[in-house]
């Protein structure tokens, strides 16, 4: 008997000692398991404000992108702007200057009355042949606006101002409104 106990307990002891092992093994493993699933738990929790803090500045670059394409948009347009000024600029140093005459003052009743002087070049002719020199002034275009109360108070104004005999001629328009 005591043969059958000792084949017993050795077929047995390594049985018991196999599902020993195999029980710590398991028990190793989920516990490792347990530990990596809390770990992978604590990873998730310090990224869920990393992912806010990239959402928040992928929400900030698009809202920066956009203001940069407006700001783009509003450069373009004062370029063009500044480009169509200069043209202008250009354009009128190739005009001759044109030179205003005001003469009275504005207001109350007063009207303005435009006009166009000149200084007659037969005059102005004889005027540097006697060695008299000439306002180079009249080489160019004179408009004269005169403010009175009507048109023969106004003519009455320019001829003090630019007397026909002194070679000045000047033609009125229509008021100014």
């Given amino acids: 008997m ?18 020993a ?11 490792r398991s ?8 604590r990873l998730r929790q310090s ?23 407006e700001a783009k948009g509003r450069l373009t347009a004062a370029d063009q702007r500044v480009n169509h000024l200069q043209r202008q600029i250009d354009t009128l ?11 009275g003052t504005p207001g109350g009743n007063r009207r ?6 000149q200084y007659d070049t037969t005059v102005a002719a004889a005027a540097r042949a006697a060695g008299k020199p000439v306002n180079p002034a009249w080489r160019y275009g004179n408009r004269v606006v005169v403010h009175a109360l009507d048109l023969p108070s106004a003519r009455r104004e320019a001829e003090h101002v630019f ?6 001629q000047v033609f009125f328009h229509a008021p100014v409104s």
């Fill in 163 to 168: 007397p026909h005999k002194a070679g000045y």
């Fill in 112 to 117: 303005g009355f435009r006009a166009e002087a």
């Fill in 47 to 69: 990224v869920v404000p990393l992912k806010e803090r990239q959402r928040a500045e992928a929400e900030a670059l698009a809202d920066l992108t956009c203001r940069l394409e």
């Fill in 34 to 41: 347990w530990e990596r699933v809390a770990g992978l738990d």
């Fill in 21 to 31: 092992v195999l029980c710590h093994l398991c028990w190793v493993g989920i516990r």
């Fill in 93 to 103: 140093d190739k005009e001759p200057p044109v030179f205003l005459h005001i003469l």
């Fill in 2 to 19: 005591m043969e059958a106990v000792r084949t017993i307990l050795d077929s047995a002891v390594p049985l018991v000692a196999a599902l």
